[in-house]
Structure formats: C-alpha cells, structure tokens
C-alpha cells in the first residue's frame, strides 16, 4: 500500500488543479474503476449494473491521462520524482490509514473493506462516481 512509507521524502498532493486539469475529478474516477474492478473480482460477475459504464469512466481517464503527458505533467523530474498516478495511491493510501485510525485498529485492509462498503453492486456506475467524488473529498490537500 502507498502512503508514508513509499513517498518521497519532499512529496505533497498535486494541485487540484494540476496541469489545468481537476485533479480531484480525476481520483475520482480513478477510485471509481478501481472499486468496480474490485467488486466485479469479488462477484466473479463482469455484467453487474456498478459496471455498466465502466468503458466511460476508463474513456475519461484516459483523456485526461493523455491531456497531461501531452503537456509533460504526468511524470515529475527530479527532485519530485513520480507522477500524478503516484500521488492518487499515497493519497488513498493515507485516507485509508485516517480511517483505520479512527476505528481504532491502524488495519487498511480492514478501512479499504469499509470504503468499498459504501458501494452495491447495484448501483449505477454514475452513483458509484459520486460516492468516489465524495469520498476524495475528504481527502487532505494541504500537505
């Protein structure tokens, strides 16, 4: 998991607006694919309603992915070693241990299983968006 341990030693989340692009927006569609990747593992079922847009999600983060390689933002040089993709996983690695924290266990495993309980398998693929967007929300920005 990234978080504390794997960042580099100068790192700060990205602007929200990196690269003229919304960044929050962004990890938000990120998070989506990711739980609905999960949750179709899980269920062993690829056609769940959570998936139906799924090619729209990745469409969108493939746009936006190639928007900022275009304009050289997705990879950080020296010093700042990494890349906006980098930045989403120590970010929700560091929600996950906030959650863990506040449930008093310090387990991610345990906060991602709770993060991914706030999504169904039948739910649309728009309202799994919003509950991301919700979620990376929450998120610290001011590092």
Wanted: hydrophobic residues 35%; neutral net charge.
């Amino acid at each position: 998991m990234y978080g504390v341990e794997n960042r580099p030693a100068n790192w700060r989340p990205p602007d929200k607006n990196y690269g003229k692009e919304n960044i929050p927006e962004f990890y938000s569609l990120l998070l989506a694919q990711q739980i609905i990747a999960s949750l179709m593992i899980d269920t062993q079922n690829p056609d769940l309603p959570i998936a139906a847009n799924t090619p729209g999600i990745i469409a969108k983060i493939d746009l936006v992915d190639k928007r900022l390689r275009k304009k050289g933002y997705y990879f950080y040089m020296a010093p700042d070693d990494g890349s906006v993709f980098m930045d989403y996983k120590i970010m929700l690695g560091d929600y996950k241990m906030k959650l863990a924290r506040e449930n008093g266990d310090n387990d991610p495993y345990r906060a991602w299983r709770e993060i991914k309980s706030r999504y169904s398998p039948e739910m649309s693929t728009a309202q799994a968006y919003d509950v991301s967007a919700q979620i990376v929300s929450q998120w610290d920005w001011s590092k």
